[in-house]
């Protein structure tokens, strides 16, 4: 499979993933900050064009967010960031997390996002340009996350891979664990799928053996995890973070029972 992030771009998981992506970079504050992004996409996305119109998938996200007069407050520097984009208007564009990184980077914070496919790091490059300290790179994010974790200083890893690889699972883990044995400081913000909770269960239980730091998971699920082959929702986990506890809660909860099918959510400590 050719993960193409066009065809979801905008959808309930984009909606979880950068309300968070959002609060985390809020709470972190202005100081200095190295932003790691392992798989950036291409940064912007063109809610008109034919792979968002196949999908639907943001009619049912980002569409319905900002129609909505009830959304949590978590929600709102991406509504913000959405309407901005849009000047105020329907909403066209969508914003990925390349772009909200840019616009929100602390003053003197630096941003690697990293993009291993060349059309979309071509695109990628293309919506960042000219933007100050920062820095696109054509290769395999999860190797790069390593080799370019400053060995002091606050840095944040964002991963979210597309899951179309079976050892996706198991790099996650290799590369927080190499991130912070270069840095303890090292933070992240992990994106997964929810498709059953064996392989889920079985990623939270290899990162807790591999990854001595405080973690929280937070889970959105959008139906019942009856069927496998079927994305039932995504998850968070954000490992050496700030408290965000309430956020996560009011964003997982709402796209969980604003968006989704007798599904729920949930928010929780892991034990490392």
Known sequence: MNYRHAFHAGNFADLVKHAALLRLLAALGPAPLTVIDTHAGRGLYDLAGPEARKSGEAETGVVRLMATKDAPAAFGPLTRAVAALNAGGAVRRYPGSPWLIAEHLPPQGRYLACELRKEEHDALKSALKGR???????????EAAVQRCRPRGRVLLLIDPPFEK?????????????????????????WLPLKDLETFDAFLRHLEDAVEAPMVAAEARMRPLTDPMKMN????????????????????????????????????????
Request: with cysteine.
């Open 132 to 142: 100050a300290n920062v820095e696109t790179l054509c290769a395999d994010g999860y």
């Open 233 to 272: 929702g995504c998850a968070l986990v954000l490992v050496n973070g700030p408290d965000l506890t309430s956020d996560l809660e009011d964003i997982c909860g709402w796209v969980a029972e604003a968006l989704g099918q007798g599904g729920g959510a949930r928010v929780y400590p892991l034990s490392s």
């Open 166 to 190: 079976p050892d996706d699972y198991g790099r996650i883990v290799e590369t927080l664990a190499g991130a912070r044995a270069r840095n303890r400081e090292v933070q992240a913000l992990v």
